[in-house]
Each structure stands twice: as C-alpha cells, then as structure tokens.
C-alpha cells in the first residue's frame, strides 16, 4: 500500500509554473475632521493654602457646568493634573511662604464646531483662564480608516493585474495580505488653521463674539502588502 506524497511547501519565490508577484497597496484620503479637543487651565492663587483651593474648586465646578450645558455637542471632558504648590520668598535668615498656586487642567472633546468656537471664546473670556487648541481628529471608529483600507487593498489588486497583463498573464491565486496599518496626520493643527492659546487675567465686561474657527482638513493614509501568483507567462 503505498501512501499519498504530501504537497512540497510553497517557495519562498515561487516556480515557474506558479510565479509570484508582491505588490504594495495605498490610498491617501483628505476628509472633514469629526472631532476636536481644546485644553483649559484654570488658576487660582492667594496668600492661604484653603483660600486658594477653594477658589480653584469654585472655578473649576463653574467651568464644567460651562461645558456640560452644551450637551450633546461635548462628546467627553477629563480632567488632567491638579496642583496646589507654595510660592516661596527669602525672608532673614529662612524662607517663608509668600503665596499659593492652583493649577488644574481640563481637556473638552466636542463634534459641533459651531459650539465649539462660542464655547473657546465664553472659557477664554474667564478669569485667569487659559485655553489652548483646537486639536482636530477623526472619531477612532470613523468610516474614513476603514474606506482608506478598502481603497488600498483594491490599489493593490489593481496594480498586480496590470504588472501581470504586462507578462501577457493573469493572476491566480492571492497568497497573502499584510495591514501596515494607516497613519493620520499629526493632531496638532498648522500654524496658519491653529487658534491662538488665550490666557486672560480679567473678564470682560461683555461676552465677546463667538470665534469662527476653520477645520483642519485630516489626511488619512492606508498601506497593504499583497502577494499573488500568476499562471506561467510566455517570455
């Protein structure tokens, strides 16, 4: 009784009866941002640590009511660092406590850039508050990654018919697909599409206009690797 041979393992780089072809798949898509993200720091300071915290704790409570009462155009607030640190002067011989410093920093995400921009403007026009951004995104589960992936897988398979039509073949067979992951384009927008960071020591009298803010495009980039192999061309 003889027994079946087992198939040879596949070549590194294929035979001449089943020639493989590697070929790298890209698409580049320029889209509207979905999101955007503004930092704020509050301050406080005064000449005794409890009056000190207090009134940061009275700012920050009335800074996220502030962002809270924008409801669904705010899709997330965190809160970063929190300090409370002396200021120290020489005095004589020793040092003494000279003030306190009161620092929290808070970070709004929002999908409603109309709100955003008057939002930026009623925190910057708050007492010693600074706000720094806009930063512009796309959502993490956004519908752009996944259409970036499709449209570089379909490059890739593109670009492997035509390389085969060129040797007067066609493909056979797809033999693997490698994700090299997409790439977006830095958060931090450019200079000429940033907002000025606004830091204030005193509010206005009046509530200052609203900021009309430009989005920043996003550039998202999506790359495969694919391998095939072609029917034996006639060279």
């Not at 039509?165 to 927008?189: F, I, K, S």
Request: no cysteine; charged share 25%.
């Amino acid at each position: 009784m003889t027994t079946p041979r087992e198939a040879p393992p596949p070549t590194p780089y294929g035979t001449p009866e089943a020639p493989r072809l590697t070929v790298r798949g890209e698409a580049h898509l320029e889209v509207d941002p979905e999101i955007a993200r503004i930092g704020i720091t509050l301050t406080s300071r005064g000449k005794d640590r409890r009056t000190t915290l207090d009134d940061l704790t009275h700012r920050n409570t009335h800074t996220l009511d502030l962002i809270r009462s924008y409801g669904d155009a705010v899709r997330h607030i965190e809160t970063g660092t929190v300090s409370i640190s002396p200021e120290l002067t020489q005095h004589g011989r020793g040092e003494r406590i000279r003030t306190h410093h009161g620092t929290v920093h808070l970070t709004a995400e929002l999908t409603d850039f109309t709100a955003l921009g008057e939002l930026t403007t009623r925190l910057a026009d708050l007492t010693l508050t600074r706000v720094d951004g806009p930063w512009w995104d796309l959502r993490p589960d956004s519908p752009t990654h996944r259409r970036a992936r499709a449209q570089a897988v379909q490059d890739a398979v593109q670009r492997a018919r035509e390389y085969a039509e060129a040797l007067g073949t066609t493909l056979t067979a797809l033999l693997e697909l490698a994700d090299l992951g997409t790439e977006d384009t830095p958060h931090m927008a450019p200079a000429h599409h940033r907002m000025r960071t606004m830091a204030y020591s005193e509010a206005a009298e009046d509530t200052p206009a609203a900021l009309d803010l430009e989005p920043q495009r996003q550039h998202v980039h999506a790359e495969v690797n694919a391998r095939f192999t072609m029917a034996p061309p006639r060279l």
